[in-house]
């Protein structure tokens, strides 16, 4: 335990993982697995099938016998219509039987989603893979997509923790508060600056669902999602609840992976505390949440950079091997100073823009990478042709 409130959280490298608990634990005796019993932790719910409301919900201990492992891609193919060869097929009548209820659910999930989209954000920034190969060298990038197996899972989780919420008034809950005006106003001028003139609404919701609907007939969703991520508050773990700005919730915490996450295993702890009627234990569970709730947010922190800071390093090593060569890239700032993000063979890079060209938010450019500072992680380029 004392170990797993030191990471708080596991780090996930391109490579490799760093697992907040023991992988005698994270791997084997808490992951789920086919044809074993593994102790489980249950949210039952009982939804209308027509206001998409909770009607009761109800957690409690259990054992879960897996029959069958499916992977994302398997259940994406069951779900592909347009290549009927290619799709996934039942081996049995047990798999048909679940194939049948998972066709259900992705019906109520997909509904779940829209009407959570009509008060929270559905942001489409472009979260990049990368691959490593044997001698830590980068190989590839690759953008991560979104597919209908991993939307399902995700709404699913989601009531899960919005129930866990809902169950105490102090304990650890996941917080995003509005963004503040100033970072608001920052944002507009910027969009100014591509053109695009914001309506201000009555709602910060309608204001930033018109700017994104703008973005989507100029082809620039993710560039623009990324600058209304920038304008927002950090997300964040607090003993009290204000609500969760982003997702449209009243209430939210964070359930669902105590494997990977510190602030889940509290959540489980208190809930059992208060399932028992132990107030005592209870206690003792919330006996320094204040300060327990900052450390972890600060650990959310460090292993968000941990990751960020690995990737880059190997960005840094790429074009140190590639100096003089001419790439695609887009510009994603101009203030204070000029960078791109490298848009060819090898995505994502973040690229200080050395000339002072004068160019414009989102514009395409080709650039010639210069020089790097490895102990900095940083690649340094000049524009060498603009697109208009």
Known sequence: DNEAIYRSFSIYLPHRSIPMLPRQLSETLCSLQP?????????????????????NSKVYEAIIHSDRRFNYEEIDSYFLKENKEN????????????????????????????KRLKVGYDFRSNEIEMKIDEDGKLVSTSIA???????????????????????????????????????????YQELAGIGMFVDIKE???????????????????????????RSQMRARYTPLNVGHFGLGFDAYTHFTSPIRRYSDLIVHRLLKAINAKDTQEGSYVLRNIESLSMTISEKEREAATIEQDFMARKFTRWAEENLTKIFNAKITSTDPETTADLNDEIQGARLIISSNDNVVLFQDVKVRLDKVDIPKAKIYASIVSVDV
């Open 35 to 55: 044809h074993v019993d593994r102790l489980a932790y249950v949210f039952e719910m009982k939804i209308d099938i027509n206001s998409l409301e909770v009607i």
């Open 203 to 229: 709602t910060t919701k309608d204001t930033i669902s018109g700017i994104q609907e703008q973005a989507s007939a100029l082809n620039l969703e993710a560039e623009v999602d990324a600058l209304i991520i």
């Open 87 to 114: 799709k996934l097929k039942a081996k049995n009548s047990k798999e048909q039987e679940i194939f049948t209820w998972i066709k259900k659910l992705r019906v109520i999930t997909d509904e779940l989603k829209k």
């Open 145 to 187: 997509e979104e597919t209908p197996s991993h939307a399902l899972i995700e709404d699913c989780m989601l009531l899960a923790n919005k129930a866990a919420a809902n169950q105490f008034t102090r304990g650890i809950f996941r917080i995003h508060e509005q963004p503040s005006q100033n970072k608001l106003q920052s944002l």
